[in-house]
């Protein structure tokens, strides 16, 4: 028993109103034993029965990315299993960032998670990792990737080999080339993996669950538009013409707003993966390159250090103050818009571009950081389905993270536990 980290974990669990003072395991192994500090009564000795032998899955938690939103979604946990009946069973027993691990087969205390990594956390590779993955001893096991990194999304074809379930705020994987996608598609399905990624478009706003409903209920999509970046969002529901483009873009890069390098953000490309993630949830097949993509920084730009770029960037300002004052003279505006259809013969047309729009339009007048989602439908064809609300910040993108948590959690509650007979030949 000792050995059973799943078992040492539910144990602990099962005590944490008891706040034991140790758990130590018998000289032969054979045993997990709890030291308290008040004697043991019969209903904490009931309590603890009934959650040893229950039949439910127990799930194995590894939360790699540790910087802003994976902070906040750890320091939401606890509530969230004290809370969510989903959730009961879950336990954190891996910590990632980018160079260090904290791997505890008998559960980490989501209270101190993150002292206990700065304290424990070792350095470790890829493989060292995939082992341990392959080791554990949980019925589940989820990884939640709150990382920016393309090397860290390659694993997801070795977690879904070993069966293992992703939660993935990480664009790579959903945004990568269509033949590794559908690759990781085919290898979840295989191993029975699942993986869900709310929050790679629209942070915690349930796009995608939306989509899903649609998809499952019948109904046939034929086109979706919006405004998907809260960058561009802030920066054109903001600029007016009274600062410099170029003045307000230095502001939006000084409070966070933007990427360390802003031409991430003017390029187009976060908005252009993050519609060819939502053609994939339709079903469509499509790559990066049959999206058209208005790239907002000129040629002169492109190229240069990011500090050059800062220290030229009143070149932006012209182009920026001509597209204002041509729209301002139509009673319009500008935005950056992301727009894919299907003409009557299935024909696929796909772009994220500066647009100008009336005023009147519903893209026109958000709350600035807010995105859009517009989808038409067969069912939505005059008045088309429109959903919007913050589109990043710390708080709801950890909550859109919780959210696919729970979703996996519930459905694997579906699931029933394998009755293994060791010994019999």
Same mark, same amino acid.
């Given at each position: 028993?000792?050995q059973?980290?799943d078992?040492?974990?539910?144990?602990?669990? *099962?005590?944490?109103?008891?706040?034991p003072?140790?758990?130590v395991?018998?000289?032969?192994?054979?045993?997990?034993?709890?030291?308290?500090?008040e004697?043991c009564?019969?209903?904490?000795?009931?309590?603890v029965?009934?959650?040893m032998?229950?039949?439910s899955?127990h799930i194995?938690l590894?939360?790699?990315?540790?910087?802003?939103?994976?902070?906040?979604?750890i320091?939401?946990?606890?509530?969230q299993?004290?809370?969510i009946y989903?959730?009961e069973?879950?336990?954190v027993v891996?910590?990632?960032s980018?160079?260090?691990a904290l791997?505890n087969?008998?559960g980490?205390?989501?209270n101190k998670a993150?002292?206990?990594?700065?304290?424990?956390a #070792?350095?470790?590779?890829?493989?060292?990792?995939?082992?341990?993955?392959?080791?554990?001893?949980?019925d589940d096991?989820?990884?939640?990737?709150i990382?920016p *990194?393309e090397?860290f999304?390659?694993?997801y074809?070795?977690?879904?080999? #070993?069966?293992i379930?992703?939660?993935?705020?990480?664009k790579?994987?959903?945004?990568?080339t269509?033949?590794?996608?559908n690759?990781l598609?085919?290898?979840?399905?295989?191993?029975h993996?699942?993986?869900?990624?709310?929050?790679t478009?629209?942070?915690?706003?349930?796009i995608?669950?939306?989509?899903?409903?649609?998809n499952?209920?019948?109904?046939?999509?034929?086109a979706?538009?919006?405004?998907?970046?809260?960058?561009?969002?802030?920066l054109f529901?903001?600029?007016n013409?009274?600062v410099?483009?170029s003045t307000?873009?230095?502001s939006?890069?000084?409070?966070?707003?933007?990427?360390?390098?802003?031409?991430e953000?003017?390029?187009?490309?976060?908005?252009q993966?993050?519609l060819?993630?939502?053609a994939?949830m339709?079903?469509?097949e499509l790559?990066?390159?049959?999206?058209e993509?208005?790239?907002?920084?000129?040629?002169s730009?492109q190229?240069?250090?990011?500090?050059e770029?800062?220290?030229r960037?009143?070149?932006?300002?012209?182009?920026f103050a001509?597209?204002?004052?041509?729209?301002n003279?139509?009673?319009?505006?500008?935005?950056?818009?992301?727009r894919? *259809?299907?003409?009557?013969?299935?024909?696929?047309?796909?772009?994220?571009?500066?647009?100008?729009?009336p005023?009147t339009?519903a893209?026109?007048?958000l709350?600035?950081?807010d995105n859009?989602?517009q989808i038409s439908s067969?069912?939505? #064809?005059?008045?088309?389905?429109?959903i919007?609300?913050?589109?990043?910040?710390?708080d709801v993108?950890?909550?859109?993270l919780?959210?696919?948590?729970?979703?996996?959690c519930q459905?694997?509650?579906?699931?029933?536990n394998?009755?293994?007979?060791?010994g019999i030949n």
């Amino acid at each position: 028993m000792a050995q059973r980290g799943d078992v040492k974990a539910r144990f602990k669990r *099962s005590l944490k109103s008891a706040q034991p003072l140790c758990l130590v395991a018998s000289d032969n192994n054979h045993s997990v034993i709890a030291l308290l500090s008040e004697p043991c009564s019969t209903e904490l000795l009931n309590n603890v029965h009934h959650d040893m032998v229950k039949d439910s899955r127990h799930i194995g938690l590894v939360i790699a990315g540790l910087g802003n939103i994976g902070e906040r979604f750890i320091e939401l946990l606890p509530a969230q299993l004290n809370r969510i009946y989903a959730l009961e069973n879950i336990y954190v027993v891996g910590l990632l960032s980018s160079q260090k691990a904290l791997i505890n087969n008998d559960g980490i205390d989501v209270n101190k998670a993150l002292t206990l990594f700065k304290q424990d956390a #070792q350095p470790y590779n890829h493989e060292q990792l995939l082992s341990w993955l392959s080791n554990h001893p949980y019925d589940d096991l989820i990884v939640v990737d709150i990382t920016p *990194s393309e090397e860290f999304s390659l694993l997801y074809q070795d977690f879904f080999k #070993q069966g293992i379930h992703v939660i993935g705020a990480n664009k790579w994987a959903a945004s990568s080339t269509t033949e590794h996608y559908n690759q990781l598609v085919n290898t979840a399905d295989k191993h029975h993996s699942l993986w869900l990624g709310n929050t790679t478009v629209g942070a915690g706003l349930p796009i995608n669950y939306a989509i899903a409903d649609l998809n499952n209920s019948g109904d046939t999509i034929t086109a979706i538009a919006g405004i998907f970046s809260g960058t561009l969002s802030w920066l054109f529901e903001t600029y007016n013409g009274s600062v410099a483009f170029s003045t307000l873009l230095l502001s939006a890069l000084e409070q966070g707003i933007t990427e360390p390098d802003p031409r991430e953000d003017l390029s187009g490309r976060d908005v252009q993966r993050k519609l060819l993630i939502l053609a994939r949830m339709f079903g469509f097949e499509l790559s990066a390159g049959d999206i058209e993509c208005n790239n907002l920084v000129p040629e002169s730009l492109q190229n240069v250090s990011k500090d050059e770029f800062l220290a030229r960037a009143n070149e932006l300002d012209d182009y920026f103050a001509s597209a204002l004052t041509d729209a301002n003279s139509k009673a319009c505006c500008i935005r950056y818009v992301a727009r894919l *259809s299907v003409n009557e013969i299935g024909k696929l047309q796909a772009k994220v571009s500066l647009e100008v729009l009336p005023n009147t339009d519903a893209f026109a007048n958000l709350t600035p950081c807010d995105n859009i989602f517009q989808i038409s439908s067969h069912w939505y #064809q005059e008045n088309p389905l429109i959903i919007r609300g913050p589109g990043a910040g710390r708080d709801v993108t950890a909550g859109g993270l919780h959210s696919d948590l729970v979703n996996i959690c519930q459905q694997l509650a579906h699931k029933h536990n394998q009755v293994k007979i060791k010994g019999i030949n």
